[in-house]
């Protein structure tokens, strides 16, 4: 048993998701958080799953996660649909239950966010309402965990009954005559392609649909159906769709007005307004922007961050000093030991360090996203954007491209065109994913502790402008054009879950700490041996005559330029490629015992982290960019381009940062 959940965006699918079956897929207080289907078990019902989909306005698909929910409910055909409607916006969310009533699937309509609803002392006759559809209605708090058990025993029954929604008749005059007669027409042909007649009559009157070409209606009958709809829009004196839709309009003002009490504006509306209008101000909304992501950094940083991550790293050193100590007791082979101890600990613990600082980064980041901010700022974003010829919509990656790329790069599927995808996919490389982030603290932290929180935000705003100036030139020669329009609801803000909060923080910590064991754990060992050992596979006394060090000393000439006059920089940046967090845990392993300022000067530091911020996204990255541009030359092109955006800015920077200091 399949059952689908389908609503608008921001209507609470994915928190409804997540109770039903104990997932923990993301929530967010914004539009176009899910962009994939998500299949999950019913809680306590072994053969019931649950889909969760990306948020539609209307089964006439017009962004690609429209279609995806589309596809989904007419070629995979669910069992049941529950149709979540956002209560406070409740005229528009039942636009598309209208919709979805015609395609004759069992459904049951939860209207979540009742909390809301009553707090402002507002009140739903769901008896009513569920009458005048023809639909059984369930009023729930999905995020307050109320209602649940109730939804659910329904949906069950109605599925297992086969309890389809009961016919009722919404339309009257020339609509309800057309749809009509154009259903019955269709009848047999709909049938045939197993279509739903109703919904192929009105997907046929609104027009604009590939779908009835799939019902192969002869010359004649098209011919029919020209004509009537001809008639309606005569009759009706409006286009065929418009008139449709009016119709529905109506009919669910006609509910709302028999089955919906709303006091007054819900308190979050009004308290929206009123934060809107300093937080998205023309002038204003820049700077707080750059306030509130300051802060942020700041407070990840500097103070949570910098109490955590020194405790962890001192347990941490105080866990290697002791193993050490152990390993050196027992007698163990020393060649062993120098492994454990100089390969696989010292990369490890370097990374695992930054734990804390990223998960506070990520806590505060979704504490922005649920409140409903980060909304805002797409909004704000939309009119910069617009500059370089894309839209607030390109914002979502490139936001999400701050915690890392891959998603990012999968998350531009959603654009409207594939110049807007394609554009963007190129941007993602300037926004410095989480993976960069041990690289810029240690670097921050060796040289430039005093202004720490500055040059981090420095960075970040420093990739985003060459971006900027990247999407500026990309425009006026590669992708000219213009973005495809940018319409955005704007979500009412919201105080930010905990359990949200403590979700993600808890998924990328797993997520962190899962890389550390691996890729991490493997590029240390591997650069631990290659440091130790030299083409005969005799352990060396100093890495300067190991394998690395010869074929490393081979490129270091190319990196002089830039300021890196010692081999282990350039090598250490070509193990980023498998992982970013790799450039830092493989310069630890290198440097054994000296430290980074015995290599590296402020300035060549500072060349070294303006390489890091631009240089080729890691591998997963890339194969990603390859699945989505669809050609490997492609992604070929973004790194090579990376590399040489990189190469330049850090040799210019560093040439003219040497004839001016
Ligand atoms: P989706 O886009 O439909 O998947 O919606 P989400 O599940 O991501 O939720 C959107 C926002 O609504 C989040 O900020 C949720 O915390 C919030 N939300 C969901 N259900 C409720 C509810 O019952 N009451 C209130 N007040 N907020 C809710
Ligand atoms: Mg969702």
Excluded at 45 to 71: M, W
Excluded at 396 to 411: K, N, R, Y
Aim: aromatic fraction near 10%; glycine fraction near 6%; include cysteine.
């Amino acid at each position: 048993m399949r059952i689908a959940l389908i609503g608008n965006q921001n209507s609470g699918k994915t928190t409804l998701f997540n109770i039903l079956t104990g997932a923990n897929q993301r929530v967010g207080n914004f539009p176009g958080v899910t962009v994939e289907q998500k299949l999950g078990n019913l809680i306590g019902a072994k053969n019931v799953f649950v889909i969760d989909l990306p948020g539609i306005y209307s089964l006439s698909p017009f962004t690609r996660e429209e279609v995806v929910s589309r596809d989904f409910l007419l070629k995979e055909k669910p069992d049941g649909i529950i149709n979540i409607v956002d209560a406070t916006n409740i005229e528009r969310n039942l636009y598309l239950t209208m919709q979805l009533l015609e395609l004759n699937i069992p459904m049951v309509v939860a209207i979540n966010m009742m909390d809301e609803m009553t707090g402002a002392g507002g009140s739903i006759d769901v008896h009513r309402l569920g009458e005048m559809f023809g639909v059984p209605v369930a009023p729930i708090s999905a995020a307050k965990n109320e209602g649940i058990e109730l939804l659910t025993d329904m949906i069950v029954r109605c599925v297992k009954n086969r309890r389809t929604p009961t016919h009722v008749d919404f339309y009257s005059g020339a609509v309800r005559r057309t749809l009509y007669s154009a259903a019955r027409l269709i009848e047999a042909h709909a049938a045939a392609a197993g279509i739903p007649a109703r919904f192929a009559a009105s997907k046929i009157i609104e027009g604009g649909d590939p779908l009835p070409e799939r019902l192969n209606l002869t010359e004649n009958e098209m011919d029919i159906l020209r004509h009537t709809i001809n008639k309606m829009e005569r009759e009706t004196d409006a286009r065929s769709d418009a008139a449709l839709a009016d119709a529905r309009y109506e009919y669910i003002k006609k509910v709302c007005s028999e089955s919906v009490h709303k006091i007054r504006e819900t308190r979050g509306q009004i308290r929206s307004v009123a934060i809107d209008g300093i937080l998205t101000h023309r002038i204003l909304s820049l700077p707080i922007f750059l306030c509130v992501m300051f802060l942020v950094f700041w407070l990840s940083f500097n103070i949570v961050g910098k109490f955590l991550s020194s405790l962890l790293a001192e347990a941490i050193s105080y866990l290697t000093l002791t193993v050490n100590g152990a390993l050196i007791a027992m007698d163990v082979n020393p060649v062993m030991r120098s492994l454990a101890v100089d390969g696989a600990l010292r990369g490890i613990g370097g990374i695992l360090a930054f734990l804390p600082a990223i998960a506070a980064l990520f806590f505060f980041l979704s504490i922005l996203e649920d409140s409903g901010y980060m909304a805002r700022v797409a909004f704000v974003m939309d009119r910069f954007l617009r500059g370089i010829g894309l839209s607030g919509r390109s914002f979502v990656p490139l936001l999400i491209g701050f915690g890392c790329s891959v998603p990012a790069i999968m998350a531009s599927r959603t654009l409207g065109s594939e110049r807007d995808k394609r554009m963007t996919i190129s941007l993602i490389p300037f926004i410095s994913c989480s993976a960069k982030l041990p690289i810029y603290a240690v670097f921050i932290a060796a040289f430039f502790p005093a202004h720490s929180a500055f040059v981090m935000l420095g960075l970040y705003v420093a990739g985003i402008l060459l971006g900027i100036l990247y999407g500026f030139l990309m425009n006026k020669t590669t992708y000219m054009g213009k973005s495809a329009p940018f319409l955005m609801e704007l979500p009412p803000y919201r105080v930010p879950s905990a359990k949200s909060a403590r979700r993600l923080i808890w998924m990328k910590s797993k997520d962190f700490i899962s890389r550390v064991f691996t890729i991490i754990l493997l590029t240390s060992i591997a650069v631990w041996f290659l440091r130790t050992f030299d083409f005969r596979l005799n352990m060396t006394a100093d890495s300067g005559q190991s394998m690395l060090a010869v074929v490393g000393k081979r490129v270091a000439p190319l990196f002089t330029p830039l300021g890196f006059t010692d081999w282990r920089a350039p090598t250490a940046l070509i193990v980023g490629f498998t992982a970013k967090e790799a450039v830092v845990s493989s310069l630890i392993v290198l440097l054994g015992e000296e430290r980074l300022t015995d290599i590296f000067t402020p300035l060549s530091a500072a060349s070294f982290l303006i390489f890091t911020l631009l240089y080729t996204p890691c591998a997963a990255a890339v194969a990603a960019a390859k699945r989505e541009l669809g050609s490997a030359a492609a992604a070929l092109k973004l790194v090579i381009f990376q590399t040489c955006t990189a190469y330049a800015a850090a040799m210019v920077f560093y040439q003219l940062a040497r004839v001016l200091c």
